[in-house]
């Protein structure tokens, strides 16, 4: 796969991580979860229950694209999770990282909340997902780098899935 860096968004309890580890395994790109990146003030704020403003996420987001610059510079992949909520976020990590894609983890409330219930040794509590769909701004078709694919079916169809758009969207930008 052409890209650097495939960036998994979406809210918490998408399965970002885990799609994120069979994902990279299936193209043979690093892994990383964003949420390792977040400030130490940013993980105890999130674990009692409080959500993040826009300016505790600017220096995540800045250590993000960081870490995708630093992939290109080494002409790596990667698959790195970061819930890129909003635009201007997404914006920001595509900042000088011309060969980002997003793939969105998409699913309705119920789903992701029963999916959250079930997960262990995870710092965000399930009090914040209203916060999370609240903040969501769902992309539109001006961000054509954005690859939605559906959380409802098992982790090995939404892997297939990811690829198969993923190599579509590879194969349309490849000039004649």
């Known amino acids: 796969m052409a890209e650097h860096c495939i960036i998994l968004m979406g809210v918490s309890g998408t ?56 992939l290109g510079q ?16 997404r914006d920001q990590l595509r900042q000088g990282n011309p060969a980002l894609r997003f793939v969105w983890l998409t ?21 914040l997902l209203r916060s999370q769909f609240a903040a969501l701004e769902a992309p539109d078709e001006s961000e054509s780098d954005i690859l939605a694919v559906d959380i409802a079916p098992d982790v090995a169809h939404i892997v297939d899935h990811a690829l198969a758009l993923l190599n579509h969207h590879s194969l349309q930008r490849i000039p004649a």
């Open 15 to 70: 399965g970002k991580t885990t799609v994120g580890l069979a994902l990279s395994q299936a193209i043979g790109a690093k892994f990383i979860d964003g949420d390792d990146l977040h400030p130490r003030q940013n993980i105890v704020k999130m674990a009692s229950g409080q959500p993040l403003e826009d300016s505790d996420r600017l220096p995540w987001l800045d250590r993000i694209g960081d870490v995708i610059f630093s």
């Open 107 to 127: 699913g309705d409330y119920d789903c992701i909340l029963q999916r959250m219930q079930q997960r262990k040794g995870h710092f965000m509590p399930e009090a």
């Open 74 to 89: 080494k002409n790596e992949s990667g698959i790195l999770v970061c819930s890129a909520l909003k635009k201007r976020y």
